[in-house]
């Protein structure tokens, strides 16, 4: 499980999946999304720009992401 720490209140789960290494490019995630191969708290999501904010979990080709606020280390 790959632990992201927030540097603001939220981050578009494109930008995310980049972000955390589990894509290469805003493209491929972009693509993934909407081909409904990400998960967000459990639940297909296909809106590249669907806010990811404090406590949500998104998964991606069998990786997890836990979001969390930066100083919650």
């Not at 939220?10 to 995630?29: M, N, P, R, T, Y």
């Not at 998960?39 to 590249?48: A, L, Q």
């Amino acid at each position: 499980m790959i632990t992201f720490y927030l540097k603001d209140d939220f981050i578009k789960l494109g930008q995310l999946l980049k972000a955390s290494g589990l894509c290469e490019s805003g493209v491929d995630a972009k693509y993934d999304i909407i081909n409904g191969e990400v998960k967000v708290n459990g639940e297909v999501d296909d809106r590249r720009g669907k806010k990811i904010t404090d406590g949500d979990v998104v998964e991606y080709k069998g990786e997890k992401v836990i979001v969390k606020k930066k100083g919650d280390e």
